[in-house]
């Protein structure tokens, strides 16, 4: 089983639909999750940041973590073209230096909102 | 913007010629990564390094090397060029904050005939 697990997609969605994307992932020890968006032949740019479970809001996007579940989701409203790109979930464990246990990456999930 | 820089952005080589991708950052940080990223594969870790001199390997390091002489040069060498290693290759930097946070630069595309 990998440790990071996310549907590729494509996922394609008309304009103003809600968008949801989701990470399962076997490893407890992970407590700080991340979302990272990516555009064609550009580096992935970090998009939100959570600790441990619950929910964060930022604009348009919103990061929920499960952990009793080991599941991960990023919803976006009010969909965008602008929002097509590759979307990766990351997650780390407890911070203890930086290194090798930075992060573990999703393959990503391709995004297409259609206009 | 976190101030990473890297070149060069695009290359064509031949298989057994030596590579060296440069990743230059400007804010002094101190843990500094390469990854590789491949369809089917996502990014995988290669080496990283958490000081000047001091570097590790990651999860696909066979056939990488690097080096670290200044806090803001990273450099990754492919010693003899294979066509396995066709990929984008992307250098990072941890922020500031303990969390893990990852900060990317805009990739070195690299294509091994």
């Known amino acids: 089983q990998k440790e990071v697990e996310q549907d590729p997609g494509p996922l394609s969605v008309p304009e103003g639909a809600i968008v949801s994307l989701n990470c399962t992932y076997s490893?407890?020890?992970?407590?700080?999750f991340m979302w990272y968006r990516q555009y064609s032949r550009k580096g992935p740019e970090l998009l939100m940041y959570?600790?441990?479970?619950g929910n964060k809001e930022d604009g348009r996007f919103t990061a929920q973590v499960d952990k009793s579940s080991k599941y991960i989701s990023l919803f976006i409203r009010d969909s965008q073209p602008s929002d097509s790109a590759t979307y990766l979930c990351?997650?780390?464990?407890?911070?203890?230096?930086?290194?090798?246990?930075?992060?573990?990456f999703g393959k990503g999930t391709h995004l297409i909102i259609q206009p | 913007d976190a101030g990473i820089t890297q070149s060069p952005r695009h290359k064509v080589t031949e298989t057994g010629t030596p590579v060296t991708l440069r990743c230059h950052q400007t804010?002094?940080?101190?843990?500094m990564y390469w990854y590789r990223q491949d369809p089917g594969h996502g990014l995988r870790l290669i080496h990283y390094?958490?000081?000047?001199?001091?570097?590790d390997k990651g999860e696909v390091s066979d056939g990488y090397s690097v080096s670290r002489s200044k806090t803001e040069d990273f450099l990754l060498t492919l010693e003899s060029a294979t066509s396995s290693q066709t990929s984008v290759y992307f250098c990072?930097?941890?922020?500031?904050?303990?969390?893990?946070?990852?900060?990317f630069g805009e990739g070195s595309r690299l294509t091994v005939l």
């Open positions: 990351a997650m780390s464990g407890t911070y203890s230096g930086g290194g090798a246990d930075g992060l573990t």
């Open positions: 490893n407890s020890a992970f407590q700080y």
């Open positions: 959570t600790y441990s479970s």
């Open positions: 804010e002094n940080h101190r843990y």
């Open positions: 390094s958490y000081g000047v001199k001091d570097t």
């Open positions: 990072a930097i941890k922020g500031t904050a303990n969390t893990g946070e990852l900060f």
